[in-house]
Each structure stands twice: as C-alpha cells, then as structure tokens.
C-alpha cells in the first residue's frame, strides 16, 4: 500500500484508497493505481474529464 506521505510509487489520498485497492487487484501497476485514482485532484485533470465527458454525451446523441 502506498504511504499516506508519497513515497517511491506516488500519493494517494485517503478518500480514493478504495479505488487504488480495486486498481491493485484488478492488475494495475502501483504508479499507474496512484496516478487514476487520484484523477480529478487538480483543476487540469478536472478540465481533462469534463472535456472527455463532453465528448461521451456528443457521441450518444
């Protein structure tokens, strides 16, 4: 499990520890877990989402 203070493999937030675990179990690195799970933290990952969101709904239209 990755450290609540970083460490070698990156930061994951308490809140999105779930999210990390399931990643780990399903076969995902330790870096590449930390780096997804923590998605949506900072406001160009949020900018990230919503345009990939967008996208989603145009395509469904």
Do not use: E
């Not at 590449?32 to 709904?57: D, Y």
Request: avoid cysteine.
């Amino acid at each position: 499990m990755v450290s609540d203070r970083g460490g070698r493999y990156g930061f994951v937030y308490r809140s999105r520890q779930t999210v990390y675990r399931a990643l780990r179990r399903q076969g995902a690195s330790m870096a590449k877990a930390a780096r997804i799970s923590n998605a949506g933290r900072t406001h160009a990952a949020r900018s990230r989402m919503a345009r990939k969101a967008a996208r989603t709904r145009r395509q469904g239209r």
